[in-house]
């Protein structure tokens, strides 16, 4: 009788579990720890410094500026958008974020049909500085007129010494 080789074998793994996981159909398995992955942006906690467009290689996170709707004027909305078909989450953005307003995730999931589905988006207020309580030349004159009464003192203080 001729041998049959690798039969014990196919036999064995016919009732073996698969090795390999029912994904997507089953659960997705979880990211390693330290995956980087989608981004999550706070913007409660940016303060529209900048630094993680600056530091951004693919340039892939943009801050556009607009006039704040309804606010004073010089009140700004920024809006942050963040690409994931660009972005080679190198983690850089996170990390100079000195306000920790950006993180990787461990979403792996990155799907769409829309390249809006890849966006990462949100809103920063940034409020106009307050305006002087006086104008510049309100200022130059109370800056003379101060001059003015201190060398008037000067001068009294001066006579009375001489009397
Ligand atoms: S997300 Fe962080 S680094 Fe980027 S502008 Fe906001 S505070 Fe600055
Ligand atoms: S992870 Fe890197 S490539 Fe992606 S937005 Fe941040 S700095 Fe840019």
Redesign the pocket.
Same mark, same amino acid.
């Given at each position: 009788m001729a041998k049959l080789p690798y039969l014990g074998t196919a036999l064995t793994n016919l009732f073996r579990k698969p090795v390999t996981i029912a994904f997507p159909a089953g659960e997705a398995p979880a990211a390693q720890p330290a995956y980087?992955g989608r @981004?999550a942006f706070d913007a409660s906690k940016c303060i529209n410094c900048g630094m %993680?467009e600056r530091? %951004? !290689?693919?340039s %892939?996170?943009t801050r556009v500026a607009k006039p704040l709707e309804g606010g004073e004027p010089g009140d700004q909305e920024i809006t942050f958008t963040?690409d994931m078909t660009? +972005?080679?989450? +190198?983690?850089? %953005? !996170?990390d100079f974020c000195a306000k920790k307003a @950006?993180t990787?995730t461990e979403d792996y999931m990155m799907t769409g049909i829309i390249a809006e589905d890849f966006l990462v988006t949100g809103k920063v207020i940034k409020k106009a500085p307050p305006k002087p309580k006086f104008t510049p030349e309100q200022l130059a004159a109370m800056k003379a007129a101060a001059e003015a009464k201190k060398k008037a003192a000067e001068a009294a203080k001066a006579a009375a010494q001489q009397a």
């Open positions: 980087r @981004i %993680c530091v %951004c !290689a693919p %892939c996170m963040f660009s +972005c080679t989450f +190198c983690g850089m %953005c !996170a @950006i990787l």
